[in-house]
């Protein structure tokens, strides 16, 4: 999970540096399918969980996921 937040993220990171560049629409489909990816196996995991478990990783990283929403373009 760590691992694709982290990815989603720095995909982000990359289509904002490439803003009015040739390159911009190519990193922001990049950023969306990352974003998409990470966000897909968050539900999945807290599905998958117990609620005991799952208010557990929510409290961890829950913040960093609803950052992530917000910015995920």
Same mark, same amino acid.
């Not at 982000?12 to 399918?33: D, P």
């Not at 929510?58 to 929403?69: D, T």
């Given at each position: 999970? $760590?691992? @694709? ?13 490439? =803003?009015? /560049?040739?390159?911009? $629409?190519?990193?922001?489909?990049? =950023?969306? /399918?990352?974003?998409?990816?990470? &966000?897909?196996?968050?539900?999945? @995991? &807290?599905? =998958? @969980? ?12 829950? &913040?960093?996921?609803?950052? @992530?929403?917000?910015?995920? &373009?």
């Amino acid at each position: 999970m $760590n691992e @694709l937040f982290a990815a989603a993220r720095d995909e982000i990171e990359y289509a904002k540096e490439e =803003a009015e /560049t040739v390159y911009f $629409n190519e990193s922001v489909a990049e =950023a969306k /399918t990352a974003v998409k990816a990470c &966000l897909g196996r968050w539900e999945a @995991l &807290l599905q =998958a @969980l117990p609620e005991e478990e799952r208010q557990r990783v929510v409290r961890s990283m829950g &913040l960093k996921i609803s950052q @992530l929403q917000v910015r995920g &373009l």
